[in-house]
């Protein structure tokens, strides 16, 4: 008996997202290479972390290796255009970079590949607080005041971060962007031979079998595994956090340490009520379906 299997096909771009960190045209023209990597993830679901991993495979283990700069956030409406693309056109080595848009507001080429990072909604919700609590004078200034912004001004957070989840979840990732959706997006598209899908809760249980497994998604053969490792690793990345932070960390009081937060899971488990969080699995279910929810929620090793 044959037994084929339906691949979905390859998405295409139906719509633009703008607000004070998105501008989705910077996608459009891209010029791609058939070894881009392209970091994806709704936000503060491991990015950074991913990327840090990507560019050590790719650098072999370089301590060196300035992520921020050599791995840009694409939609992200600043720096613009004129600076920002020529830069990464100019890269002369296999390019890394990162989107936070969901499938149908990004250019997607059938080559390169894409690694989707995906988060318990809580976890994003308590990380994304202590990352938009945090942000100093410079971080709003940047997106409120340089040209291009669309829609409204981004607004300093209360202190509760339980109020901040609430609202987070009742205007579906207000003041940032949607959630549902970007998850939902990407998961259709776990079929496609040039998308993984990799799971923070994984990174935490097994770093290194998840490290080994993008390297032979991104058929990469590394040398330096010992390096690449410790380079990879919460405390290494803490004590260097500056070279793992955007701007070195500039845009938050703390600086990079700031940004390279804590790295852990649960911390709404004391705060939310059981209602609460019975609520959000609800909501998952119904947004997701019960397999991307409970992938969502647990990763593949959990």
């Known amino acids: 008996m044959n037994i084929q299997t339906t691949v979905p096909a390859y998405p295409t771009k139906t719509r633009e997202m703008h607000n004070h960190h998105f501008d989705s045209t910077m996608w459009n023209g891209f010029q791609f290479r058939d070894d881009d990597v392209i970091v994806a993830t709704y936000a503060k679901s491991g990015t950074t972390w991913t990327q840090q991993i990507v560019a050590q495979l790719i650098f ?40 936070h848009l969901p499938v149908d507001a990004l250019v997607f080429s059938p080559k390169a590949k894409y690694i989707y990072i995906g988060r318990d909604g809580r976890d994003v919700a308590w ?34 971060p339980v109020q901040y989840y609430r609202d987070w979840m009742a205007g579906d990732g ?62 290494y990345m803490k004590a260097h956090a500056e070279m793992s932070a955007p701007l070195g960390g500039a845009l938050w009081e703390g600086g990079a340490q700031t940004f390279i937060n ?9 705060l939310l009520s059981q209602k609460e969080s019975e609520d959000y699995e609800a909501r998952a279910l119904a947004e997701l379906g019960p397999e991307c929810a409970a992938w969502l929620k647990n990763g593949n090793l959990g």
């Open 60 to 99: 072999d283990g370089d301590a060196s290796v300035d992520v921020p700069a050599l791995s840009p956030w694409v939609d992200l409406r600043f720096p613009p255009r004129e600076v920002k693309m020529p830069a990464i056109e100019a890269q002369s080595h296999r390019r890394s970079v990162k989107t």
């Open 127 to 160: 990380s994304l607080f202590n990352h938009h609590a945090n942000a100093n004078d410079h971080w709003y200034g940047a997106l409120n005041d340089t040209p291009g912004l669309v829609g409204p001004r981004i607004e300093r957070p209360g202190t509760d």
């Open 262 to 270: 804590k790295g852990t899971n649960g911390r709404w488990q004391a």
């Open 174 to 235: 207000q003041p940032f962007w949607p959630f549902w959706e970007n998850v939902r997006s990407w998961w259709a598209l776990r079929d496609l031979p040039n998308v993984t899908m990799l799971h923070f809760a994984d990174l935490k249980c097994d770093m290194e079998g998840e490290i080994r497994r993008i390297a032979d998604f991104l058929e990469i053969q590394p040398k330096n595994w010992d390096s690449i490792l410790r380079h990879c690793s919460f405390d």
